[in-house]
């Protein structure tokens, strides 16, 4: 079945710590996204990527990286720079930078304590 | 800059009727998507529905339809015949037709439909 995956569902932190989130596709998307959640807002977009090798920040990248080295593939790294990293953190993917529809991923729950 | 706005955080229907959900939205722009999104308990975010700002025909989906009124900024979802598995946050979002826009989506803050039995 194509689809997206993010590893772990929940995901536990000491501050201070850097952390990866794990996001794959296998629908051969050239574009896939980063976004964050918090309680009572929609969906901010952290980074995005259009191609491999290639990637810009969003709306909140500040304390965030990420990578782009396969077309399938693209980590989100929460950095210790980030203030408040505890959030739903969701991937997502669409065929191209054009298309209109975006795929999800079921999300990583991260709780920094 | 774009903005969308959900005005009702919560809403609650009782199944087998129906319910509309409010959705406004700013541009300046004549050219865009409007998408309704569902996030059941399980948080999957999942397409509902989606509307090009140039076809004046509301897009329908079985139960679901949206009313977009393009004057008025406006793209309400009407659920009709509502169901348990209804049951779910939903988002309305917007997305520029302009290539230089990124094609960032714009969402809105949600509202919480529940369905009472």
Redesign the interface.
Known sequence: DGGITQSPKYLFRKEGQNVTLSCEQNLNHDAMYWYRQDP??????IY?SQIVNDF?K?DIAEGYSVSREKKESFPLTVTSAQKNPTA?Y?C?SSAD??S???Y????TRLTVT | AQT?TQSQ?EMSVQEAETVTLSCTYDTSESDY?L?WYKQPP??????VI?QEAYKQQNATENRFSVNFQKAAKSFSLKISDSQLGDAAMY?C?Y?SAF?DS?????????TKLIIKP
Do not use: H, K, T
């Open positions: 009572g807002q929609g969906l901010r977009l995005y810009q969003g739903f969701l997502a930078r054009g209109y529809e975006q999800f991923g079921p999300g | 969308v955080p998507y998408f399980s948080r999957q975010m999942i397409l989606r988002f979002a997305r290539w990124n094609y960032q989506l714009i969402w809105g803050a949600g």
